[in-house]
T-cell receptor, first 111, second 116 residues
Framework: KNQVEQSPQSLIILEGKNCTLQ??????????LRWYKQDTGRGPVSLTI?????NTKSNGRYTATLDADTKQSSLHITASQLSDSASYIC??????????FGTGTKLQVIP | NAGVTQTPKFQVLKTGQSMTLQCAQD?????MSWYRQDPGMGLRLIHY???????DQGEVPNGYNVSRSTTEDFPLRLLSAAPSQTSVYFC???????????????FGEGSRLTVL
């Protein structure tokens, strides 16, 4: 069964600090991995996509990494801002149609 | 562009009542889907459609019906609401994939449903 596990479940950090969110997956055949940001009361929005051949990709203060050998991805947030408070969901695609969602990491950035 | 529009945002039903959650997209995406999101669980696929006139079941289809008469609209019907269907429902459409990648999902704002 395809699974996506995220850690930690929740995280509180001070504004300006960095943090790293983890995603481990057992999805086959692997197609790509996306990180989504979900603000409270809103729908998820894609941050970045990682394919098998990509190790690192940045989107502003967000940097995603992928290790296809160990089936792990991380999302690193640099110099966090209050607006980064949200849930971050790892979504892994198997083949062309099927996607598996992680349960998300809830990040709270405090002043 | 409005993207994906869901209505209503909030709804309270009594057990046994029926209702329809509306979903419309203006991006001309062929693929549309409905998910439910419950605390501590990932988004779970209810039904999906790969084009007008074509629908299929997802992971948790029981108690829900869908139809796809146009590319733009994909309503979700609750036939006889049960307390277990209390959840937040998201509609999404998916952009075409490029170079073998699964396309990006575009989500609506969600519909929070409470069944008493």
């Amino acid at each position: 069964k395809n699974q996506v596990e995220q850690s930690p479940q929740s995280l509180i950090i001070l504004e300006g600090k960095n943090c790293t969110l983890q995603c481990n997956y057992t999805v086959s055949p692997f197609s790509n991995l996306r990180w989504y940001k979900q603000d409270t009361g809103r729908g998820p929005v894609s941050l970045t996509i990682m394919t098998f051949s990509e190790n690192t990709k940045s989107n502003g203060r967000y940097t995603a990494t992928l290790d296809a050998d160990t089936k792990q991805s991380s999302l690193h947030i640099t110099a966090s801002q209050l607006s980064d408070s949200a849930s971050y969901i790892c979504v892994v695609s198997a083949g062309y149609q099927k996607v598996t969602f992680g349960t998300g990491t809830k990040l709270q950035v405090i002043p | 562009n409005a993207g994906v529009t869901q209505t209503p945002k909030f709804q309270v039903l009594k057990t046994g009542q029926s209702m329809t959650l509306q979903c419309a997209q203006d991006m001309n995406h062929e693929y549309m889907s409905w998910y439910r999101q419950d605390p501590g669980m990932g988004l779970r696929l209810i039904h999906y459609s790969v084009g007008a006139g074509i629908t299929d079941q997802g992971e948790v289809p029981n108690g829900y019906n869908v139809s796809r008469s146009t590319t733009e609209d994909f309503p979700l019907r609750l036939l006889s609401a049960a307390p277990s269907q209390t959840s937040v429902y998201f509609c999404a459409s998916r952009a075409p994939g490029e170079r073998g990648r699964t396309g990006e999902l575009f989500f609506g704002e969600g519909s929070r449903l409470t069944v008493l």
